[in-house]
C-alpha cells in the first residue's frame, strides 16, 4: 500500500509542477500582451491626433483661400 501512496503522492507532485509551470506561462503570456497593448493604444491615439491635425489643416486652408478670395473681391470694388 505504501508503493500505491508513493506513486500518487509522485503523480501529484508532478502535476502541481506542471500546473505552476502553465501558469507562470500564461503569466508570462499576460504581461506581454499586456505591453504590446499598450504601445497598440498609443498608436491608435496618435494616429486619431494626425487624423485631427490633418483636418484642422484642411479647415485653415478653406478659411485662408475664402479670406484671400473676398479681400480680393473687396478690391476690386
Given at each position: 500500500m505504501?508503493?500505491?501512496s508513493?506513486d500518487?503522492?509522485?503523480?501529484?507532485r508532478?502535476l502541481?509542477?506542471?500546473?505552476?509551470?502553465r501558469?507562470a506561462?500564461?503569466?508570462?503570456e499576460?504581461?506581454?500582451?499586456?505591453?504590446?497593448i499598450?504601445?497598440?493604444?498609443?498608436?491608435?491615439?496618435i494616429?486619431?491626433?494626425?487624423?485631427s491635425?490633418?483636418?484642422?489643416q484642411?479647415?485653415?486652408e478653406?478659411?485662408?483661400?475664402?479670406?484671400?478670395?473676398?479681400?480680393?473681391?473687396l478690391?476690386q470694388?
Open positions: 505504501s508503493g500505491t508513493d500518487e503522492l509522485e503523480k501529484l508532478k502541481r509542477t506542471e500546473l505552476e509551470n501558469l506561462a500564461i503569466d508570462e499576460l504581461e506581454t500582451l499586456e505591453g504590446e499598450k504601445v497598440l493604444r498609443q498608436k491608435v491615439a494616429r486619431e491626433l494626425e487624423e491635425v490633418r483636418r484642422r484642411k479647415e485653415l478653406g478659411l485662408r483661400f475664402d479670406k484671400k478670395r473676398l479681400e480680393e473681391e478690391d470694388q
